[in-house]
């Protein structure tokens, strides 16, 4: 039988790489569940919501908490994690082994540095102007403009660490960027520019894992991205509605 400690560990360990990363909770508490069945813990307890972890090994067992206070979406560690979990369902991997590749995975910076997610949000902020039916001088100045408003929230992120505020603050640059490009002539029509440029700040995986969790039954979890997400499109609507009252 293996220590109890350390399978609690490996739980709470992949309980904690997922929800960082942005999983749903129903999956991180599954996934927490199947681990510790694998390990000979047949009543495992576990509760995940997007801001901590509980995981007991019995109803009357010890309880463990883990806060969440970050949550940056990774979901190449999301899919390790899958892959580490399957291997100990199947008896690939041992207590711990698997508690070694868990921590190789928890140490991994896996965000991109921020000139490669700028130039995503460039691509992307263009892309989506097309996609909008834009020209392509409408790309050009959603490209320039997404560019801007990203780099900005990225360093209002780090700065202020209060995300709403930072996206906040990120499209009203976007939406600054847009007029006066317009205004110089790159770019045709303003409402095709500023679409495309406010993609990649859209918190489409919170809209996503809000739906999933309360398809799941995660009624607490589900409300509450669900508020975080309505909140971050309220947050970069009101950034670039207030460009307007100065342009």
């Not at 400690?5 to 999956?27: N, P, Q, Y």
């Not at 900005?152 to 906040?168: P, S």
């Amino acid at each position: 039988m293996p220590d109890q400690a350390t399978v609690e560990k490996v739980c709470m360990m992949a309980g904690k790489i997922m929800l960082v990363s942005g999983a749903e909770t129903h999956r991180v508490e599954d996934t927490m569940d199947r681990i510790a069945k694998a390990f000979g813990v047949e009543h495992a307890q576990s509760h995940a919501t997007p801001t901590g972890i509980h995981f007991s090994a019995g109803m009357t067992e010890v309880n463990n908490f883990l806060r969440i206070s970050k949550r940056p979406t990774d979901l190449h560690k999301i899919d390790e994690v899958n892959q580490i979990s399957r291997q100990i369902s199947a008896g690939k991997l041992d207590l711990q082994a698997a508690y070694k590749q868990l921590k190789a995975v928890d140490k991994k910076h896996g965000v991109y540095a921020a000139w490669i997610q700028i130039l995503a949000a460039v691509l992307a902020s263009g892309s989506f102007a097309i996609m909008f039916q834009g020209t392509w001088m409408d790309f050009l100045a959603a490209a320039i403009a997404g560019g801007i408003g990203f780099s900005v929230m990225l360093v209002m992120d780090q700065l202020l660490e209060i995300r709403f505020l930072a996206e906040f603050i990120g499209s009203f640059f976007i939406g600054i960027s847009a007029f006066l490009l317009i205004y110089y002539g790159i770019g045709h029509e303003i409402d095709k520019v500023i679409i495309g440029s406010v993609m990649p700040l859209v918190p489409g995986l919170h809209i996503t894992n809000a739906v999933r969790d309360l398809m799941a039954g995660h009624l607490v979890s589900g409300i509450s991205k669900g508020i975080e997400a309505t909140l971050t499109a309220f947050a970069i609507g009101a950034g670039v509605a207030l460009t307007f009252t100065f342009m």
